[in-house]
Structures are given as structure tokens and as C-alpha cells.
């Protein structure tokens, strides 16, 4: 059940209704949404449900001994033993495979190719939004660690602040201090800005199913499976439509999860902020994905030391952080390679001093576009399979004796209207509830109804999972 759905709306629909007539028990109205959100997740996939269940339970059990605990360094010791166990949850569904592989391949290299090689592998499953569902458990606990929020909650609120449906998959990654305290008390009606989050959804659904799915397989699906059928300005424009892809695809999901959250009562941070339009690579990341963003630089950048170390370990900082970054996204060297590309980068503007304003707007829109192609080109390591596939991508810049088949007006015409949204004022500074507070509610109706038909009208076939899904 994906958002852009029939069915997903029918869901939404009965949610919402249901969960504004338990507004006066703000318990069974909790209650509610947290089996809401456990059937929407079972629909995704129910064979994990047990671990989206566990796994905040044995999270909050934790989270108590943590804040009940007098002496200091059991304390810590509690916390490392806990962050421990949500990584290894993490790590044995999503990285086993792809570690024992690299074992197996560096020795057989080394001439000790095991025997038993092919048994080592487990072949796991990965549940889905484990990525997000963890590090929203880390959250909890560390913030409880750092005394930013209190150890006295129940059980219901942090089960439904980690499984939550409308960030349970793909996120934003929402603080456990900034969204566990939203609960606590029942939202109020008139503080709810429909038509604000009616603009979000429509824009969302836009954003994907128009945008991000046409140039997906049309585009980029075919030119990355296939670099080397294609010449050197296919190979650009699949790359720079990869660009515009990925955000259009990950934003629609932000802005839809925002907005479904805002009309049950609750808030979400910004997770995008028109980031290619950053002039550096630590502005693009203020920019993009910004609550990922904060979480490696809340809860691992800065204790690592950040740039609090000398000038080496700060650029070592660096490089771990985004790293690590790149391999959350998947367990692949192609993401590896991606999150240390930034990391370099970052380390580079740092020495250089390229993160500090410009004097002139030349200079500004100079290094606009520098760091927006250096982004493009890192793109090609995270969307590429392998690095054979990377490697006919780069080869392929420089043939052009083949004829052009992707770049036409309308593909065009798409990527053109994606990249036009980085220059957009972000949408929390329109204002859009005042200006039409005059409307009565079934005008809203109309208006949302009539806005769905034509997107759904104009869409293709299919609806292709969000991209971030895999991860």
C-alpha cells in the first residue's frame, strides 16, 4: 500500500476520520493510530511486524534503566550495549551478506578460496524502513542520555513515535524529543493547516508519479542498465535526470509524510530545502535529506570530536561520517564510495575554506553549479549497480558517435519543471492558510478531489516504489 494509491487514500481516509472522533481520549486515540500503523506496515510486508514491535519495546525498557541509573558509567555502558544491539539488528539483515561476500572474494583472490564459501551466506530479507525504524530508536536513547527529553514515557508513545506510519519507511528520521512530546496531549482542530497540507500531498503526488517516474523509466532506468548502448549526451542527460530523480521522488515522500502528519496533529521537520541550489557540499547537506543530515552530525559526527579535533581528525571525522553515511544506504561499495566522495569533498572545502559566502553573485553561481555537478557526478556511484556499470557510465562520456534516443522536448521538458522547485520559496514561508481561511470546507474537498484526478489522469502506468524504500 504506497501512498500515490486508491487504497492508500481509502486508509488515510478512515484514519483520519477515526482518529479526530477519538480526539477527547487521547489514549485510545494513540492506540489507534499505532494499529493504523501496523497495518499499514503489515500491508508492506507482515513477516517483520514482530521486529517493528520488539524492537521499540526492548528500546523503551532500555530507555529506562538508562534514565533511572545514578552512576555515570554504567550509564554509558547501558548506552553503548543498547546502540550496539540496534546496529547489529541492522547490521545482521543488511550487511552480513555483503561482508562475508568481500571475505570471500578477498581470499579467494589470496589464493585460500574456502570450500565452504557459498555457505556463509544467509540471504536475509531486509525488513523494510529498518534503516529509519533503528536510527529513530538510537535517537530515543541517546536523548534520554543526554537528559533532552525525560526516561518517563510509555510504553504506546514510543512504539508510535518509531512506527508511526507516515515516516515509518522512508522518514524524515523525526528526533524522539521533538515527536515523543507531541503526544503527550491531544492536537487542537483549529491549529491544523488543511490546505497547507492539501498543497504538500498534491505536490508530492506530483513530484513522483509525473516527474520522478516518467524520467525513472524512461530515462535513467534504461541508460544506467545499459551505458553502453547509448552515447555520450544520453549518458549526461540520464545522469542530470538522476538528479532531478531522486529528489523529486525522496522530496514527494517528505512532503506527503508531512503533510499526512500535519492533518492527524502532529509535526514533521523540513527534510529538503532546494538543494541544488547549495554553493558548497556542507550547504548541500543542510539542504538535503537534513534530518539524516542531523542525525550523523548529532549522533556521530559531533562524538566523534567534529572539527573540536585537530585539523587531520576533523578531516578523518569527515570521512568516517560519510562513509558510514553512504553505507547506510545500502550494503554496496558503489554507496561506500558515494558517501566518501562527499567526504573528501567536505574535507576539501574545509581546508580550502570553500564553505564561507561569496563576495560577488558570479562567484556564488560559479560555485553553485561546481558543487551541483560534483553532486551529479557522485550520483553515478549511488545509482549505478556496480562499479562495472559506474565505470561504462564514465567511458561513455566521450562517445559520441552514437545518435541521441532520451534527450527529447518532453523528457526535456520534465527535467526543466523538477529542477524549476529550487526556485520556489519553501513552501512553510507561503501563506496559504490565511489567504484562504474564507473557503468553506467542501470547496477544499473539490479543489483536493479535482487536483488527484488530473495528476492520476497524467500519470503513467504503474506505480514505482520510492526509491528510498530500498533503503
Not at 35 to 41: G, I, Q, R, V
Not at 200 to 205: A, D, F, M, N, S
Request: net charge neutral; hydrophobic share 50%; proline share 5%.
Amino acid at each position: 500500500m504506497l501512498f500515490p494509491t486508491l487504497e492508500f487514500a481509502i486508509f488515510f481516509a478512515i484514519v483520519f476520520y477515526f482518529s479526530w472522533e477519538l480526539i477527547y481520549n487521547n489514549s485510545y486515540r494513540k492506540l489507534f493510530l499505532l494499529l493504523a500503523s501496523y497495518f499499514f506496515y503489515a500491508t508492506l510486508d507482515f513477516r517483520f511486524l514482530p521486529i517493528l514491535i520488539l524492537s521499540p519495546t526492548l528500546n523503551f525498557l532500555f530507555g529506562l534503566w538508562i534514565g533511572v541509573e545514578d552512576d555515570p558509567k554504567v550509564k554509558k555502558g547501558i548506552l553503548i550495549f543498547t546502540v550496539a544491539a540496534n546496529l547489529a539488528l541492522l547490521g545482521i539483515f543488511k550487511y552480513y551478506d555483503f561482508f562475508a561476500g568481500t571475505m570471500i572474494e578477498i581470499l579467494s583472490h589470496a589464493g585460500y578460496g574456502p570450500s565452504w564459501g557459498d555457505d556463509i551466506f544467509m540471504n536475509f530479507v531486509l525488513p523494510l524502513g529498518i534503516s529509519f525504524f533503528t536510527f529513530q530508536g538510537i535517537s530515543y536513547l541517546v536523548d534520554i542520555y543526554r537528559k533532552e527529553m525525560t526516561y518517563k514515557n510509555s510504553l504506546l508513545d514510543v512504539l508510535l513515535y518509531i512506527s508511526f506510519f507516515p515516516h515509518l519507511v522512508a522518514g524524515p528520521i523525526v528526533k524522539a524529543s521533538e515527536f515523543i512530546p507531541q503526544l503527550k496531549q491531544s492536537p487542537k482542530t483549529d491549529e491544523i493547516p488543511f490546505l497547507f497540507s492539501m498543497v504538500l500531498i498534491i505536490l508530492g503526488l506530483f513530484k513522483k508519479t509525473i516527474i520522478a517516474n516518467y524520467l525513472g523509466s524512461d530515462v535513467v532506468d534504461p541508460v544506467f542498465e545499459n551505458p553502453n548502448h547509448f552515447g555520450a549526451v544520453d549518458i549526461v542527460f540520464a545522469v542530470y535526470c538522476y538528479a532531478v530523480q531522486i529528489f523529486c521522488d525522496f522530496s514527494a515522500y517528505s512532503d506527503m509524510a508531512i503533510g499526512l502528519a500535519y492533518l492527524l496533529g502532529y509535526r514533521f521537520p523540513l527534510n529538503f530545502n532546494q538543494p541544488y541550489r547549495a554553493a558548497s557540499l556542507k550547504d548541500f547537506w543542510n539542504r538535503w535529506h537534513i534530518s539524516l543530515s542531523r542525525w550523523l552530525r548529532e549522533y556521530l559526527y559531533i562524538p566523534l570530536g567534529g572539527n573540536r579535533v585537530s585539523e587531520k581528525r576533523t578531516y578523518q571525522n569527515l570521512l568516517i561520517t560519510m562513509g558510514l553515511g553512504g553505507l547506510w544506504h545500502g550494503a554496496s561499495w558503489n554507496f561506500i564510495t558515494w558517501g566518501l566522495l562527499h567526504g573528501m569533498g567536505l574535507a576539501f572545502e574545509k581546508r580550502f575554506q570553500w564553505d564561507k559566502p561569496k563576495e560577488t553573485w558570479f562567484k556564488n553561481a560559479l560555485q553553485i553549479t561546481i558543487v551541483f555537478h560534483f553532486v551529479c557526478f557522485a550520483w553515478i556511484f549511488f545509482r549505478a549497480e556496480t562499479f562495472t556499470k559506474s565505470y561504462e557510465m564514465l567511458i561513455q562520456f566521450v562517445d559520441f558517435s552514437k545518435p541521441i534516443h532520451k534527450l527529447t522536448p518532453f523528457y526535456l521538458t520534465l527535467f526543466v519543471l523538477g529542477m524549476s522547485f529550487h526556485f520556489m520559496r519553501p513552501l512553510r514561508s507561503w501563506n496559504i492558510s490565511d489567504r484562504w481561511l474564507q473557503l468553506p470546507a467542501y470547496a477544499y474537498a473539490i479543489v483536493f478531489a479535482l487536483m488527484v484526478t488530473i495528476v492520476t489522469a497524467l500519470m503513467p502506468e504503474g506505480i514505482a516504489p520510492f526509491i528510498y524504500f530500498r533503503f
